[in-house]
């Protein structure tokens, strides 16, 4: 399938093997799903990575509306599989795509999500026009058309349908969903994230969990969100990350398929050196592949090397991201930035979003995160920490290094902040210290679930977590909660023979207007009067009381 176009923003997979396009050939993923019954294969890659292509392929091959038109497979490697033919247009299928659902509100979800099962109604009525349906059946598929559909209706919309394909055709439904997570990867607050789950997870199990009449499903996204216990919406969910050798030569360029792209596209063979060192790095299950996008563009703007990819996605490394991270994150992905080390870490491949952005969140759970988008390369050293994989994780290409100048900034910046801090503690300073505090907290994202914890002791102990994960330099090592006196300490950093001991005291507030010098005064006298400074190593200890709302800081020191 030698063609003169490259396919940017191509997804459509008939457009592309028909439209003079150069094209790999991924088609023998369809034998691969040919083996389910009864069952959900959930693939999840960075954005950009064919996903949405493979499963425009996989509509292609097993609808049965496109049984009269031209045959477009002919000549693809999936004609090689004898027993795929038999699944050829022979199913009815429906479509999602997910990255359409609105997520700012639940009433917009709600909205949204009736238009796309309005767009599923419509494909349904052009599949089964000409043949006997019964009469309720059409006034529902009708309704639906209409986004008349009530809320249980739209969540059980999915599962009536295959129900009527069956009863029509009598075949099961192939279910394709792509992009399923897209809604809920990027919204900070907890509160709202779980909102949204309870109206798409009800959903998914109708269509999957509870639905009879599927005979499979594929489903993409960026990572499985089994917090959430979305993956039990899922009928028997084969999860196929980035870890996994199922499906791990689907997605992404092999370079064997780079080295002949360069061959049919014309350029030297000497070139694929550098798209290895710019695109190349990723590793899923047993392979290492390319940055399909990447190395289309790459060979579209004649051969120019640049970072084309991380200017094309969602979420990774977004400013709230990196806010939020500790200096002990930020230091470690600046090292990886630069090529100095792998780390190793395990890696959680079903994560949510919001835990990610809590303040002193597990550095595990950063990496994980990343190594999900496609910003850090994991290797699968097979040891298990907690039940989950210990990998070595490290930097992808060079094209990915790019996009971690923000960090190493940002990492720099906070070794500033913590320098001054300490020294302004020292020097019993508390103008200088407000403002580092405050320097910290700046682009720190903070919405409702700050504002409206589910009590103070929850708000005051964000803070203290965020003020403990930056607040730490070579002669100190912080410690949380240490039972002193007749009470435990919010922060302590024990003295040594170069520094005195430091006691910290956070009290916050949810009120505006508050006087905040006053809190950060009461912190002080409950260091005093819960004796935390009379502890053995501790009674000449530099005491600290910050009081705090939302990003504002007032300070009060006593040596």
Not at 16 to 27: E, N, R
Not at 101 to 128: C, G, K, Q, W
Not at 257 to 262: A, H, Y
């Amino acid at each position: 399938m030698i063609g003169k176009e490259y396919p940017e923003g191509t997804f459509d997979f008939k457009a592309m093997v028909t439209g003079d396009h150069y094209f790999v050939d991924k088609t023998m993923m369809i034998a691969d799903v040919c083996k389910a019954v009864n069952k959900t294969f959930l693939y999840t890659r960075p954005r950009r990575f064919g996903k949405s292509t493979n499963l425009s392929m996989l509509n292609y091959y097993f609808n049965m509306k496109y049984i009269d038109e031209e045959d477009i497979f002919k000549g693809l490697y999936i004609e090689t599989c004898d027993k795929c033919e038999e699944f050829k247009n022979a199913y009815p299928v429906i479509w999602m795509n997910f990255g359409d659902l609105a997520s700012s509100s639940s009433e917009m979800f709600e909205y949204s999500l009736s238009n796309m099962i309005a767009s599923v109604a419509r494909d349904a009525n052009i599949i089964l026009e000409g043949h006997n349906v019964r009469p309720e059946d059409k006034a529902i598929i009708s309704r639906a058309y209409a986004s008349q559909l009530n809320p249980v209706e739209v969540r059980k919309f999915i599962r009536t349908l295959c129900a009527i394909y069956r009863d029509v055709f009598g075949k099961k439904t192939i279910i394709l969903v792509d992009e399923y997570d897209h809604c809920i990867q990027n919204i900070h607050s907890r509160t709202k994230f779980d909102e949204i789950i309870q109206l798409l997870g009800p959903f998914m199990e109708q269509s999957f969990k509870f639905n009879e009449d599927i005979q499979f499903g594929v489903v993409t996204g960026i990572m499985p969100l089994a917090k959430t216990s979305m993956l039990s919406s899922f009928n028997n969910a084969s999860v196929c990350s980035i870890l996994d050798k199922q499906g791990d030569e689907f997605f992404g360029f092999t370079e064997e398929e780079v080295i002949r792209l360069l061959k049919e596209t014309g350029n030297p063979p000497e070139k694929i050196s550098e798209i290895r060192e710019w695109y190349d790095g990723y590793r899923f299950g047993d392979k290492e592949v390319y940055n399909p996008y990447s190395v289309i563009m790459y060979l579209k703007k004649g051969c120019v090397p640049k970072a084309y990819w991380v200017n094309m996605t969602g979420g990774g490394l977004s400013e709230d991201l990196i806010a939020s991270m500790s200096r002990e994150t930020l230091q470690n992905l600046k090292e990886i930035s630069e090529g100095k080390r792998a780390i190793e870490s395990p890696i959680d491949t079903a994560i949510a979003y919001p835990d990610i952005l809590r303040p002193g969140a597990d550095p595990s759970l950063i990496y994980s995160y990343l190594a999900m988008s496609g910003y850090l390369k994991t290797i699968d050293t097979m040891e298990q920490v907690g039940g989950k994989s210990l990998c070595t994780v490290s930097m992808v290409n060079k094209e990915v290094s790019y996009t971690f100048d923000t960090i190493v900034k940002r990492a720099t910046d906070v070794d500033t902040y913590v320098q001054r801090a300490v020294d302004a503690i020292c020097d019993v300073d508390p103008d200088v210290l407000k403002d580092n505090l405050e320097s910290m907290l700046s682009g720190l994202a903070m919405d409702e679930d700050w504002v409206k914890a589910a009590n103070d002791t929850e708000l005051h102990n964000k803070y203290r977590d965020v003020f403990m994960a930056y607040l730490m330099d070579p002669l100190h090592t912080a410690k949380e909660e240490q039972p002193f006196g007749i009470g435990r300490t919010d922060i302590c950093f024990p003295g040594s023979d170069r520094s005195r001991p430091i006691i910290i005291e956070v009290k916050s507030t949810r009120k505006e207007g508050t006087d905040l010098h006053a809190l950060a005064k009461e912190g002080l006298r409950q260091i005093e009067s819960k004796g935390y400074s009379k502890q053995q190593g501790m009674r000449d200890a530099i005491r600290v009381g910050i009081g705090v709302w939302m990003k504002t800081v007032e300070v009060a020191i006593e040596k």
